[in-house]
């Protein structure tokens, strides 16, 4: 049985995600990435700056085949200012390349859609500053 198209499209975000490095021109290395966790805190052996990906919504769009797929990415940092640049460097990774190259090609999928940004400041006793951001992709399905 091949692998379900949504599940596709989280692994070759998260693939792009890792991309992220200071090596490949971007602000800041990103350290860590996990999946479907809550990223309130940094678990044992996580290194900051960190992302956790968390689906929201996968929802028809009104076209046949056709479903929008919403992750709320939750970012941690050390700084404020260090989740200035995990931002610019997420947008960068995301918007770089027109009709979304860095999906497989196989998959049929539109440009990622980027929403708002929120910050969280630290809140007492935390070492961690928190960034949500939610991404959009919106792909074709078609039934076997």
């Known amino acids: 049985m091949t692998t379900p198209i949504p599940t596709r499209v989280i ?10 490095t200071v090596a490949n021109g971007y602000h800041t290395t990103l350290a860590t990435i996990r999946i479907g966790q809550a990223a309130e805190e940094p678990q044992a052996g996580d290194a900051l700056p960190m992302v956790n990906l968390f689906s929201l919504t996968d929802e ?4 046949m085949y056709q479903y929008r797929r919403t ?4 970012c941690l940092a ?12 997420l947008r960068r990774a995301l918007l770089q ?21 929120t910050f969280e400041p630290h809140y007492p006793g935390s070492t961690t500053a928190a ?14």
């Open 97 to 117: 390349f027109p009709g979304t190259r860095w999906l497989p090609d196989d998959l049929e999928a539109e440009d990622p859609e980027i929403g708002a940004a």
């Open 78 to 89: 050390a700084t404020t200012t260090d989740l200035d640049d995990l931002l610019d460097d």
């Open 71 to 74: 992750v709320q990415l939750e």
């Open 60 to 63: 028809p769009t009104g076209t």
């Open 131 to 144: 960034l949500f951001l939610t991404v959009s992709l919106t792909y074709h399905y078609h039934p076997e």
């Open 11 to 20: 692994s070759a975000l998260t693939a792009r995600l890792a991309t992220i």
